[in-house]
């Protein structure tokens, strides 16, 4: 089942949250929605999620528009929340079974679905113990597994990784991966761009509240940032002169310099960096190191918007 | 099975579970009003049959040692509300500055000789000082009726007694002839009539040795106090319960709307929202389960009151249950208005707190309304709780009809109606 936002637009006070937003996730793939914070991703799915209502714009869940409240179309939509939003005095069996009844499940389907929630996510010899003894990993899980219960054809997962360790990531993403497999449509929100690399079909870029980029990641890359960068170390640093020497070499793009690290962004990596170790050379500088790294995302969200996205 | 109802009654054992399974939220509100309730029902009489409450600390200062000096405080001595002890006056004052003692009686030398004197305005009057601690200055008066009680026993028994002694009545006669501040009628009146008394007294016989002084004037009238309630005596735990049960229970009405702010929070509400339930449910489940809890509690610290303090429902059942429920019911619109109105979770408990404390007070849970001034007394008609704690009381202790009921049940029901508009129309449905 497809979810197709269409224009979304929404404002708090003098404040665009959300301005002109469309997004298409098709059914078996992940779309990521990547951006710095307070760049309007999670506005965005509170509106996907029927939480929040959009000043212009609308969303479908396969065709058919998304009302609020008890409107039947939501019972395709799960929902992960950025906060753990768990029960924590409860223990994890019952905070499946209220979030599952809240879909409408009961009975032996509740219980069914609630058991294979707990073995899904690892937790099965937990289900007596509350969240709050759990470890943020075991929290995660479960916050997952609460919105999967239902098994929805449309996931919307608000930056369900965040404080996990690596384990337990690890654990999530093949999670979704099978949920990918098996026909789900996932969007994902996300801030860390490796989780987007790893994860998603496709990418849109947001930023200040508007898609900057929708596309898929190579294409994103090769055509926003197709270059790439050569990071060379020396003791004692380049001065300014040497830096403007260095940018001023033919097929160089940029120049950066942070600490005793030379960063040099060039779409001819092969003809400029002799280039640049002859210039520094000439210099009295010698290198200690040479590294080289192709063009990612980080560098498409650079030449987008003029930004890191770890600093924007 | 519908969708709606399954949503609702899981929201329902969502907020139940939760709060029995909170051991603080339990000890809050059941075990701490059942304990409170006691003590101060324990204060105010119990349900002891005697009522054996406090005597009160009195010193008796007796610097005249005269035989009416010692008969009044003798008399004082024997008064069961009394716990006198005779001591000389510095050693009262100090007590009674230390509190240790509510009232000092200092009766001054020559005080038997000048009261008798001064009774019919011939004499100086003599002056009786009343020290008396201003923390407790209800003691005074008590003490001050008792002390002129048991003074004019003495002085008119003195003169008026038939027990053959002409000595008491001599020595009148001799203060009224001499007296210049009589009017000259009436000392010729006086003193015909103490003659009068005086020969007939000269025709008595003389007691034997050692009997108690007889006759004088005496309180002409003998009291019969009858405590007007349901049973046979006054049972002081039932409205410390009504005050108690309905405070903590408020208190919980309190934590029901800061979980609400608490779920915002946490994001939990977020997550319900998402699902496909009406606010109807959303906020209904929340309300019902508050009105269970509620009474939840009201039932359990009932039935202590019952089982262990002796506490009836003397009155109408049905009308019991009927505040009962429309109590609970308040409760839980109480919440909901927090939740609406609340903002920041410690701003909004600390002022939920202060504000249920007020109204707790103000419906007379604490100390009862008639030691309210006037003007708040008429003011407290318009506090829900006060209705609470009546509507308790008259069903519990005072015994009244399902009639005395519907007063409390239609001011609380309605009290929850507007709090659940006023809740509705200010909650922010978008606010996460």
Known sequence: MSLVADDLHKRFGTIDAVAGVSIEAAPGAILGLLGPNGAGKSTTIGMLAGLIRPDRGSVRIGGQPLGRDADPIKRQLGLVPQELALLEELPARINLEVFGALYGLAGRLLDERVAAALELTGLADRAADPPREFSGGMKRRLNLACALL???????????????????????FDMLENLRAAGHTLVYTTHYMEEVERLCDRVVIIDHGKVLAADTIARLVASAAPASRLRLEYDPPPDDAACAAVAALPGVRAVGLAGSTLTVTTAELGAVAPRVLECLAARGLSCRHLATQNANLEDVFLALTGRSLRDA | MNTGWIAFRALIRKDVLAFVRDRRALIVSVLTPILIAAFFGYLFGGDREDAARGKMPVAVVDQDDSEVSRQVATGLAGEASLATERMDAVRARALVRQGKVRVAVVM???????????????????????????????????VEGLLTLHVMQTVTRQLFSANGSTTAIDATLADVRASDRLAPGMRSDLTKMLEAVREFQGRQPAPAAGAAPVGGMTVPFA?????????PRYNGYAHSFAGMSVQFILFMGIDAGVGVLLMRQQGVWRRLRAAPVSRAVLLGARCAATTLIALG??????????????????GSALGFVAVAVSFALFTSATGLLIAALGRSLPATRGL?????LILV????????????????????????????????????????????????????????????????????????
């Open chain 1, 150 to 172: 239902h098994r929805p054809a449309v996931l919307l997962l608000d930056e369900p990784t965040v404080g996990v360790d690596p384990q337990s990531r690890n654990a999530i």
């Open chain 2, 108 to 142: 001054p030398a020559g005080f038997g000789a000048a009261a008798r004197s001064a009774l019919f305005g011939g004499g100086q009057k003599p002056v009786v000082e009343l020290l008396y601690d201003p923390s407790q200055s209800f003691a005074r008066p008590v």
């Open chain 2, 223 to 231: 009291l019969s106090d009858v405590a007007v309630s349901a049973g």
């Open chain 2, 297 to 314: 509690i009201l039932t359990v610290v009932y039935l202590v009151a019952g089982l262990v303090f002796g506490v009836r429902v003397q």
């Open chain 2, 352 to 356: 939920s707190t202060f504000v249920v």
């Open chain 2, 361 to 432: 007070m103000l419906g007379g849970a604490w100390v009862p309304s008639f030691v309210f001034p006037e003007w708040l007394q008429q003011a407290t008609v318009f506090v829900p709780t006060r209705w609470a704690v009546d509507g308790l009381d008259a069903m519990t202790w005072r015994g009244l009809p399902l009639s005395a009921a519907i007063a409390p049940v239609a001011v609380l029901l309605g009290s929850s109606l507007a709090f659940a508009l006023l809740a509705l129309w200010r909650f922010d449905w978008d606010a996460d």
